[in-house]
């Protein structure tokens, strides 16, 4: 069955480390994002890419980036990670016009 | 612009109490509409949609119409267990090249027995 999987689960880091969040799908989606949630506050958009080579900001995408090397992978970097950034992140992919599939999330804690 | 408006909660209902929660939206065309559940410690799973005007959809007993007139989806089940207890959020997709989906906050659901 076709899923979409992140990784890692969890992740404590310190501040001022760079870190990378995995996300990986096998739906062969065009369309490919990523959020954090946080109480009181939803989902927000962080980043998000229309295919490869294709990544544009969302509105939270101050201190990380994206890149779209495949159409399976959209990593998610933070810089420098800062304590603001604590907080649980999904990934989600889906075809145009259609919904979204979401992954598992990741919890980052930053110390 | 867009958005969706819904209660946050937290709503608690006893077991096989009647469920509703409101969920309204703003938006420049026609769109799609959606309930997303999240389970504690996962990702959101597509509950059910609708992508016209009057359409209900419904899974799990769970219901929402689609309400051009007063730009509503409200999601409705009729006897609620604790297995549903969960955050519930609406969300809309507008079709053509505006591709995001924009979400509600969440409405977190706490089922006593």
């Known amino acids: 069955d076709a899923e979409i999987t992140q990784s890692p689960r969890h992740k404590i880091t310190e501040t001022g480390r760079q870190v990378t969040l995995a996300c990986h799908q096998t739906?062969?989606?065009?369309?490919m994002f990523w959020y954090r949630q946080d109480l009181g506050h939803g989902l927000r958009l962080i980043h998000y890419s229309y295919g490869v080579h294709d990544t544009n900001k969302g509105e939270v995408s101050d201190g990380y980036s994206v890149s779209r090397s495949n159409t399976e992978d959209l990593p998610l970097t933070l810089e420098s990670a800062a304590s603001s950034q604590t907080s649980v992140y999904f990934c989600?992919?889906?075809?145009?016009?259609?919904?979204?599939?979401f992954g598992p999330g990741t919890r980052l804690t930053v110390t | 612009g867009n958005s969706v408006t819904q209660m946050e909660g937290p709503v608690t209902l006893s077991e096989e109490a009647f469920l509703t929660i409101n969920c309204t939206y703003t938006?420049?065309?026609?769109?799609?509409l959606f309930w997303y559940v999240q389970y504690p410690g996962e990702g959101l799973q597509l509950l059910l949609k609708?992508?016209?005007?009057?359409d209900k959809g419904s899974n799990k007993g769970f219901e929402a119409t689609y309400r051009k007139e007063t730009t509503s989806f409200h999601l409705e089940k009729g006897s609620v267990q604790v297995s549903d207890s969960a955050v519930y959020f609406c969300?809309?997709?507008?079709?053509?090249?505006?591709?995001?989906?924009?979400f509600g906050i969440g409405t977190k659901l706490q089922v006593i027995p």
């Open positions: 989600a992919s889906s075809e145009p016009g259609y919904e979204q599939y």
């Open positions: 609708a992508t016209k005007a009057d």
């Open positions: 938006a420049t065309g026609y769109p799609s």
């Open positions: 969300a809309l997709l507008l079709s053509g090249g505006y591709q995001k989906v924009t």
């Open positions: 739906w062969n989606h065009n369309n």
